[in-house]
Structure formats: C-alpha cells, structure tokens
C-alpha cells in the first residue's frame, strides 16, 4: 500500500486518520520512509516545502522518541510537516516547543501554575456556569451547528480568561487560530493570520507591561528570569490561540459524532454520566487523535525500534496510529467508553512536551458535555459532518444537530 500521507484530501476522504494505511505499515513496515510529496503544495506560512520524514506508526516507538530530546530533537528542524529554513526557523525556534531543552523546561516553570489542579479547582465554577450558558442558549432552539455554536465557544473563553485578553478581542484570536490551523485553505491573496496575531501579541503585551494582572500573559511578559524577546512573546500567543482551543473544540464535536454513531455507548453513559464520562472522554481522546502527528530530528546516526536512521532524517510521531496500536489497545478500531487503559492514550504527546494544558481540556470537556447530556439528551446529527483538510489536525468543521 504505497500512500504519501502529505494529502489532506485524506482525512476527508477517510473522516480521520488513514488506519488502514496505518495499520499495514505498522505490520510490515512500522518505521516507513514517506517522500515529500511533489504534489502537495505547502501553504504554511513561511515554509520552503515539505519534509520527507519516517513515519512511526508503534505506540513505543513514537513514545521511546518522544522522551529523548537529546537525541530527537524539537529544536533542529521544527515540529511539523512544513519545512522551514534561515530567518524562518529561527522565528519558529522562539517558539516554546521547539526551544532547546533547559530553555524549554525554564518557561515551562513559568507557565505551568495555572494548569495545576488547585488553580484548576477555582476556576472550575466558571468554567461549568459558563459551559451552562452556552448550552441553555442553543438548546432552545432546538437545532444548532454544534461546533461553532457549542463546541468552540466555551475553550475560547477559557483561553481568554486564562491569558487575559480582553472580551472585545476574543473573537478576533480565535479567528487568528482557528486560520492558523486550517493551513490548506490559505492562498497567496490571504491575509497571514500569523502576522495579524503577532501584532496582537505586541499590543497585548505593551498593555500588560503597563497594567500588569496576574494572568499568564502577564506573567510571561513581565518575568524577569526569562526575559522573552518580542518573537517568544509572539510564538507563545500563537501557540496557547491554537493549542488553546483545538484539541477541546474538536473532541467536542467527535464525541458527540461517536456517540451518534455508536448509540450503545452513549446509552451506557447516560445510564450513569458520573462514572462513565471521564473514561468516555479518554476514549474519544483515544480514538480520534485530533493533533495527528509531530516530528523531531535525529541529531546523530541511531536506530528507532530496530531501522536505522540517519543525523539530520526527519521523525514523524503519528499518534493516531500510537493511539490504535494492538499491542497496547485490544481490538484497538473498537469504541468503547469502558475500556481499561484508555487513559494510555498519547493524544496529548508523552515526554517534555507532553501538552501542559491536558488537565484544563479534560476539565472543560467534562463540562461542557454534561450540560450537553442534560439539556440535549437526544441530540443526533442531522445531515454529514465536514472535515477539516489538513495533513496536521483531524477535526470535524461543521456538524448540524437536533436535540
């Protein structure tokens, strides 16, 4: 089965991640070399191309290269598909994922305190009076598009809230990220969400050099430790109005798409919310991978699961293929809110960058999805859900309900 994954016509096409493909990879060739795809035209901004790259389709390879940044790299060659060289790298070397390790783990300290569960515990109030709000307002009119009206608009906020951006600019960084990630639908006359967050970034972060408030924005800007530059300042924006908002929106909508799918399941859920919907959740998180894949570099001659790689090759870290591996998960192409070790999952990444803001996803999900359960018990989905085109992020775009 020779298939380049760089063809976001894919995911459409297969409504996620390409499994089968996956799957016999992983039988008979679970290191496999991928050639940068001379018909895929890179949109990212300031790429020259794409990678070629190994693609890792066992959960312990991608998890054995995700803990050695020493000898796979973040930092080297960036963290996606998209080659990036000269000025362009080192913009995105600003970037609070692709930094060298120690600087890496020195913002890390600065950041994480409001992702710990006592942070997280008093804020939680707001977060569930606000996933109310949301909830009641489309469930009265009996019909919605459930990820811009639901599913998006609680993380929004909460990102927000937690950086400190102000309401009358909420909805314009989540245009920015939301354009960031959907990088095939940008073309040369589009205006490059990058630079319009950036100089958000900057307006932003004068006014809290000014009026300084606690919030991690705040923090960031105003930390004399580490003394972000203007372009870390930036990359840090630029990442929480992604990452901020993505993977919760998104497993939103594929959890009640799952549900509709597989009514057995969301009958047992239903059946006892409280002591189903945590695993529930896992499982979709299992199940779907939104944030697809990462890469890493080699920086030396070495060997991933027994294939030889050369200094310099490129890493392709399929967590959706991780996340179906049946040496981990039993009958792994199965939904099932029971199963034991969902929690397992690598759909927020393992190691150092292992994602800092998976607690405060879970949190909001939980939230968000009991208030669904309560006030729409009977949602369904009317008419087919629209997939994103990407080689990057597996989310659902549109999806119509009744309730």
Known sequence: METNILDPEIFPAEQGPPHRLFDHWRENDPVHWNPANPGYLSRFPDSSGVKSFWVLTRYKDVQDVSMNQELFSSHEAGIVVWAVEGEALERQRANF????PADHNAVKKVIIPPFMPKALAE??????????EIVASAAEKGQCEFVS???ARLPIYTFCELMGIPPHLREQVAEYGNALADVENQTEQSLDPMMGLF???????????????????????????????????????????????????????HFVHLMHKHPEQYALLRSDF?????NAIDEVLRFTSTTTNFTRAATEDTEIGGYPVKKGDNIYLSYAAANRDPSIFEDPHRFDITRPNAKRHLAFGVGPHVCIGARLAKMQLRALLKEVVTRMPEIRLFGEPEWLRSVWFNAIIKMPVRF
């Open 274 to 278: 409280d002591a189903h919907i945590d």
């Open 199 to 253: 100089a958000l970034a900057q307006e932003l972060a004068e006014e809290k050099r000014r009026n300084p408030d606690g919030r991690l924005l705040s923090a960031m800007v105003n930390d004399t430790t580490l003394n972000l530059d203007p372009m870390q300042i930036n990359q840090f924006v630029l990442v929480f109005a992604m990452a901020g908002h993505e993977t919760t929106r998104s497993t939103a909508a």
């Open 149 to 151: 009206e639901v599913a």
């Open 123 to 132: 804020i939680a109030p707001e977060i569930e009076r606000m996933a109310a």
């Open 97 to 100: 994922m692709m930094m060298k």
